[in-house]
Every structure is written in structure tokens, then in C-alpha cells.
Nanobody, 115 residues
Framework: VQLVESGGGLVQPGGSLRLSCAAS????????MSWYRQAPGKERELVAV??????????NYVDSVKGRFTVSRDDDLNTVYLQMNSLKPEDTAVYYC???????WGQGTQVTVSS
């Protein structure tokens, strides 16, 4: 199982970024996927969960990102996305995608929100 995140960077407050996570080594469409983040000195935090399409593809978010972040997936490309809008300095963290069924993590991608 391999997960490779990309799309992080430096953005001003109020800006947007789209993170991608390319998955391989397992039948992606059959599994739920998640995004987590970890800020310096803090524990890793669950940001969003996206259920597999076969059970409806429902989405759940931590309260702090509701209305600003959107998780989606493309099962043909084996990729999960995190669209982040109206970014705030407190969104600064390393973002990771996670395949819970396998306990697998990507290497993370750094998101820095600063003016």
C-alpha cells in the first residue's frame, strides 16, 4: 500500500489549495479514505472522512473546517482530494491521507497559511 500526497504550499489567509493523494497497492474504490493534519507541537487531527462509493460516499468533517474544506475522490484515478478554501493561519499543518483499513499513511504535504 502506498499513499503519496501533493499540492501543499504557502498561501495567504483567505486563499485556496487543493491537496491530492495518489493511492496504489490496494483496490482503492472499495475503501474509505481520510485526511488528517498535524500542526507543530500538536497531535494528529482527523480533518475529513470520505466513505467508499458503494456505501454512498458520505463525507464528514471536523467542525473547524466545515463549509471551507471539501473531500472528494476519483476511483478511476485512485486519488482522493482535499479542496481547501478560505484558509486560515490555524490551518497550517502537515496534511496526511490515510487508509484506515491498512493502517497506511502517506509522507504528508506541508500547508502553510501566512501573510
Amino acid at each position: 500500500v502506498q499513499l503519496v500526497e501533493s499540492g501543499g504550499g504557502l498561501v495567504q489567509p483567505g486563499g485556496s489549495l487543493r491537496l491530492s493523494c495518489a493511492a496504489s497497492g490496494f483496490p482503492f474504490s472499495r475503501y474509505d479514505m481520510s485526511w488528517y493534519r498535524q500542526a507543530p507541537g500538536k497531535e494528529r487531527e482527523l480533518v475529513a472522512v470520505l466513505m467508499r462509493t458503494s456505501v454512498g460516499g458520505s463525507k464528514n468533517y471536523v467542525d473547524s473546517v466545515k463549509g471551507r474544506f471539501t473531500v472528494s475522490r476519483d476511483d478511476d484515478l485512485n486519488t482522493v482530494y482535499l479542496q481547501m478554501n478560505s484558509l486560515k493561519p490555524e490551518d497550517t499543518a502537515v496534511y496526511y491521507c490515510h487508509a484506515h483499513a491498512f493502517g497506511s499513511w502517506g509522507q504528508g504535504t506541508q500547508v502553510t497559511v501566512s501573510s
